[in-house]
C-alpha cells in the first residue's frame, strides 16, 4: 500500500516561489515506483500532467512550465519534490502528486497553490 502525503502549497505573489513536497507513507520506497509525478487541476479545467520523474531518472515536463519547475527527489527522506520559480496567476491551481507501482495509480489529497498579488 502507498500513501502519499503533500505539502508546501500556499500564496505567493507573481514571481514568487514555492517548493511542494511529497512523501511516501509505508513501506513502499520511492525507489520501487516506476514513476512519479506532479499533475494540476485549475477551477473549470481539466487535471493536467506538469512534470514526471521516473526510476531511471529521466524527467520531463509540460511545456509552459519548462525552465521554471524542476522535479526530484531524496530517497532518504523517500520524497519527491516539485521546484516551483516565477510563478504566474496562470499557475494556480490544486496540485496532486501521483505514483506508479505494481499496476496500480496512487495520487495523494492534493494541495493548493495560488499566485496572486
Known amino acids: 500500500q502507498v500513501q502519499l502525503v503533500e505539502s508546501g502549497g500556499g500564496l505567493v505573489q507573481p514571481g514568487g516561489s514555492l517548493r511542494l513536497s511529497c512523501a511516501a507513507a509505508?513501506?513502499?520506497?520511492?525507489?520501487?515506483?516506476?514513476?512519479m509525478a506532479w499533475h494540476r487541476q485549475a477551477p473549470g479545467k481539466q487535471r493536467e500532467l506538469v512534470a514526471t520523474?521516473?526510476?531511471?531518472?529521466?524527467?520531463n515536463y509540460l511545456d509552459n512550465v519548462k525552465g521554471r519547475f524542476t522535479i526530484y527527489s531524496d530517497h532518504a527522506k523517500n520524497t519527491v519534490y516539485l521546484q516551483m520559480n516565477s510563478l504566474q496567476p496562470e499557475d494556480t491551481a490544486v496540485y496532486y502528486c501521483?505514483?506508479?507501482?505494481?499496476?496500480?495509480?496512487?495520487w495523494g489529497q492534493g494541495t493548493q497553490v495560488t499566485v496572486s498579488s
Open positions: 501521483y505514483a506508479h507501482y505494481s499496476v496500480t495509480d496512487y
Open positions: 520523474f521516473s526510476r531511471w531518472g529521466t524527467t
Open positions: 509505508g513501506s513502499v520506497s520511492i525507489d520501487a515506483m516506476a514513476f
